[in-house]
């Protein structure tokens, strides 16, 4: 198994089908996982009568309420990795991302990378239609965290990114504390702590057309308070042998870069 897209939704019934048949239109192999938190509005229905037009390609995990952001990305993080994807991807459903991105963000990863961030805020990328408060808010937020945190990216909270499946395999996803607008913050903090290569990969990001966001005070308070709690661990509590994933036994294998090309170790 190559690559796989994670998409998180709750009441995503306007988007879901179009997201799905955009990716898939790119027949670039991609497989794509729902992970859907009980949308009262069908968005799971939506996607199971996809199924019969993707076999063995589109897959759904239902829970039984709204976990939370970062709940819903670990819980694909492990489908994905107990069933051999090599290349796992992270994207919304509402087109903020455009899916013809998707390549790139793997290219760059099997050019070297081991982590691949969609960025808005690198030479080329930028946003389109996004209300000037939410412009302000995100590039706050990336600003005072890389104050923070030292952590060289310039896009912290972005949510569109490729992992090379070891990424996800070193890291102890039990570990990782938050749940909304910290979690893309602690994920990326946690690679970079655990010595992976980080590259930013411009994108053009689209406030969504249909549907309602998700952002809310909660989300920006944890945000602003995760980072502080992120440097402190990372100061004062050995944040890196935390998040390290030191189990023997791994549900997929391990894999070095010979030379940029891969080479599976049993």
């Not at 955009?22 to 938190?37: E, N, P, S």
């Not at 937020?141 to 949510?159: C, E, N, Q």
């Not at 502080?228 to 997929?252: A, E, G, I, P, Q």
Request: aromatic share 12%.
């Amino acid at each position: 198994m190559e690559k796989i897209v994670i998409i998180p939704t709750y009441n995503e019934r306007e988007n879901i089908a179009l997201i799905i048949d955009a990716i898939f239109a790119l027949r670039q192999d991609f497989h794509v996982l729902v992970i859907d938190d009980g949308s009262p509005d069908g968005t799971a229905a939506i996607v199971k009568a996809l199924q019969s037009n993707y076999p063995g390609q589109l897959f759904l995990e239902q829970r039984t309420g709204k976990l939370g952001l970062g709940t819903a990305y670990i819980h694909g993080f492990k489908w994905s990795l107990a069933r051999g994807y090599r290349f796992i991807f992270e994207m919304d459903a509402d087109f903020s991302h455009s899916p013809a991105d998707l390549q790139r963000l793997y290219e760059a990863c099997k050019q070297g990378a081991d982590m691949a961030i969609g960025s808005r805020y690198v030479a080329g990328g930028g946003t389109v239609n996004w209300p000037r408060n939410r412009i302000l808010l995100s590039k706050g937020g990336s600003l005072y965290t890389r104050l923070i945190t030292w952590m060289p990216v310039k896009d912290t909270t972005a949510g569109f990114v490729c992992y090379r499946a070891e990424v996800l395999e070193s890291i102890n996803l039990d570990q990782i504390r938050f749940l909304g607008y910290a979690f893309q913050i602690e994920m990326k903090f946690a690679a970079w702590k655990l010595g992976f290569t980080i590259k930013e990969v411009p994108i053009i990001f689209e406030d969504r057309k249909f549907g309602a966001s998700k952002m809310h005070k909660g989300i920006v308070k944890e945000g602003i308070l995760g980072v502080l709690k992120l440097r402190w661990y990372s100061l004062f509590k050995d944040y890196r042998n935390r998040v390290k994933n030191n189990s023997s036994t791994s549900v997929f294998p391990a894999m070095q870069r010979d030379d940029q090309k891969i080479k599976w170790v049993k």
